[in-house]
């Protein structure tokens, strides 16, 4: 059993600090930014940054459902939200890049061993960045 792992970023022209804002906003911004991938969000705890609780159903295919609850974490210029029911973290960088801010969006999980483990190594990155890709312009929209 090996660390999957899928990672995507976006440059978007807004100071860092705003990006942060709207990233850490489980409240009103997130479920503005999800993809139809996410379902049956809610915020079960907090709302806005570390403390925040929130559940949502990730169906990254037909076949592939997983069932989040992620509690949040935040240092500086990362949130991090740990997955209560699985191996799951995923990790929000904003980084300044001129006058504009790079985000980063990282999503990591131990796979499955066996043959199914390295198919899960070779296809689920593929399917998640495309997932994360569409979340990232779906916040780039928002901060515009």
Excluded: C, H
């Excluded at 930014?33 to 949502?56: C, K, S």
């Excluded at 076949?63 to 974490?73: D, G, I, L």
């Excluded at 043959?115 to 997932?131: C, D, Q, S, T, V």
């Amino acid at each position: 059993m090996g660390e999957v792992s899928a990672v995507s970023s976006i440059t978007v022209s807004v100071d860092p600090a705003r990006a942060l804002a709207a990233i850490v906003d489980y409240q009103t911004v997130r479920p503005r930014i999800l993809p139809a991938q996410y379902r049956d969000y809610r915020v079960v705890a907090g709302g806005i940054g570390a403390g925040t609780v929130a559940e949502w159903t990730l169906q990254a295919t037909s076949k592939r459902v997983r069932k989040v609850r992620a509690t949040v974490e935040v240092v500086d210029n990362v949130v991090t939200e740990t997955d209560a029911n699985s191996s799951m973290v995923t990790t929000w960088t904003v980084t300044p890049s001129g006058s504009s801010a790079q985000v980063e969006l990282a999503t990591r999980w131990q796979g499955a061993g066996g043959i199914g483990g390295i198919f899960e190594g070779i296809f689920a990155p593929i399917g998640l960045r495309k997932i994360q890709d569409e979340l990232l312009a779906n916040l780039a929209r928002e901060l515009s």
